[in-house]
């Protein structure tokens, strides 16, 4: 099945830089791969996705990029704010009939004013 | 406009005393999913339904039941917990099957066993 590993389990950052989270995969035919953020005692939340056909996605300060070669996808934050400060996971599936979702481990990013 | 709600929010049981979970859904979503999620770890997957089609993890313990009477709602079953059963549980949802469909996550239970 698939494993996903995901780098660092830590990150601390001053605020206005750039943060970047990288993540392998196992399985070759996983081609999507979500970023959810869960702030301090709340829900996980989808922030950004990509799917296999392309290699970046960008959304305002985050931005996805996925290297299928390599079997590894990474998150990029630029200008860094404290409101940044959450625990991000990445994932990776196959769309196809029940395959679940496979988290990595997360990364705490703290994010200094 | 809540759209994943799951009660209750904190629930503390004593050791080998059942415990039920709920959580409900107003997006009419097919597939709803519980996870287990402690601390500083991601969550994991216990057992997703599509419809009323039930799926369960391999290494799920027996121990964790689940029902989902209707679209709406889903109960998690812990029917005798020990101390390494708390955590917090993530009720989730997403329209259709299929990795790819973004979830929706409830606030989650966080369960305390004495």
């Known amino acids: 099945g698939e494993n996903v590993e995901q780098h660092p389990s830590t990150l601390s950052v001053q605020e206005g830089d750039s943060a970047v989270i990288k993540c392998t995969y196992s399985d070759s035919a996983s081609n999507y791969f979500p970023w959810y953020k869960q702030e301090l005692g709340k829900r996980p939340q989808l922030i950004i996705d990509i799917r296999s056909n392309v290699g970046e996605k960008k959304d305002q300060r985050i931005a996805v990029t996925l290297n299928k070669t390599a079997k590894h996808f990474s998150l990029h934050i630029t200008e860094t704010q404290p409101e940044d400060s959450a625990v991000y996971f990445c994932?990776?599936?196959?769309?196809?009939?029940?395959?679940?979702?496979?988290f990595g481990k997360g990364t705490r990013l703290s994010v200094i004013a | 406009d809540a759209m994943v709600i799951q009660n209750p929010r904190y629930q503390v049981t004593q050791f080998g005393k059942p415990v039920t979970l709920s959580c409900s859904q107003t997006?009419?979503?097919?597939?709803m999913y519980w996870y287990q999620q402690k601390s500083s770890q991601a969550p994991k997957l216990l057992f997703h339904y599509y419809d009323k089609d039930f799926n369960n993890e391999a290494d799920t313990p027996d121990n964790f039941q689940s029902r989902r009477p209707n679209t709406s709602f889903c109960f998690l079953d812990i029917r005798s917990p020990g101390l390494g059963d708390a955590a917090m549980y993530l009720c989730?949802?997403?329209?259709?099957?299929?990795?790819?469909?973004?979830?929706?996550f409830g606030p989650g239970t966080r369960l305390t066993v004495l």
């Open positions: 994932a990776a599936t196959i769309p196809s009939g029940n395959t679940p979702l496979v």
């Open positions: 989730a949802t997403s329209r259709r099957g299929g990795g790819d469909n973004e979830q929706f």
């Open positions: 997006l009419n979503h097919n597939v």
